[in-house]
């Protein structure tokens, strides 16, 4: 099956939804077999997770994924742009 990622690295400021402090998001094409990843580059160590159904642990009003100390919240409306375009490496 063939894989799609994005052309190249892009960021996006704004204000956090359950935070409400200023945040970046920055999504940058991957390698074949990478899957969709997120990188909490502001915790010690960045560590890594990865958008997989065995990660997911709320539904609740938002969808968050977890793997070990890190989590991601609210990545429903991503994901979906993702899937609408054809991107699943990124």
């Not at 010690?44 to 938002?62: F, S």
């Amino acid at each position: 099956m063939q894989q799609a990622t994005i052309a190249k690295a892009v960021s996006y400021t704004g204000i956090g939804l359950h935070s409400g402090q200023d945040v970046t998001i920055t999504l940058r094409p991957a390698p074949v077999d990478t899957g969709i990843v997120f990188v909490r580059t502001d915790l010690p160590g960045a560590p890594r997770v990865a958008a997989r159904a065995d990660n997911v642990t709320n539904t609740m009003r938002a969808t968050t994924l977890e793997d070990g100390p890190a989590k991601v919240f609210t990545v429903e409306h991503l994901l979906a742009a993702f899937a609408a375009m054809g991107v699943d490496t990124v």
